[in-house]
């Protein structure tokens, strides 16, 4: 039965579990992947909690994921006001 779905059992660490806060994200690319990085920004600092890979295709669903749940999200609570803001430059340091 070719439309029959499998389920898929899916493990999550605590540590991950927890999350982590991001009020910013950082994204690059290169012909193979996608690389997000989200941060915590406290001036005159940030700090990244998480960085992501992923490969085009995946980013592209990512970001039709995203469309269609703030949709979702606007149709429930509201239309969600696009603030304009300035973007930090944000310069990398590692530790």
């Given at each position: 039965?070719?439309?029959?779905?499998?389920?898929?059992?899916?493990?999550?660490?605590?540590?991950?579990l927890k999350?982590?806060?991001?009020?910013?994200?950082?994204?690059?690319?290169?012909?193979?992947?996608?690389?997000?990085?989200?941060?915590?920004?406290?001036?005159?600092?940030?700090?990244v909690g998480?960085?992501?890979?992923?490969?085009?295709?995946?980013?592209?669903?990512?970001?039709?994921?995203?469309?269609?749940?703030?949709?979702?999200?606007?149709?429930q609570f509201?239309?969600?006001?696009?603030?304009?803001?300035?973007?930090?430059?944000?310069?990398?340091?590692?530790?």
């Open positions: 039965m070719p439309n029959e779905q499998q389920q898929i059992q899916v493990k999550i660490s605590d540590k991950v999350g982590v806060y991001a009020n910013l994200a950082q994204i690059a690319h290169s012909k193979e992947e996608f690389v997000i990085d989200f941060m915590t920004m406290m001036p005159p600092q940030g700090i998480a960085r992501v890979y992923m490969n085009p295709a995946h980013a592209k669903r990512l970001g039709h994921a995203l469309l269609e749940n703030v949709k979702k999200y606007e149709d509201g239309k969600i006001e696009d603030v304009a803001q300035q973007t930090p430059e944000v310069g990398f340091k590692t530790s």
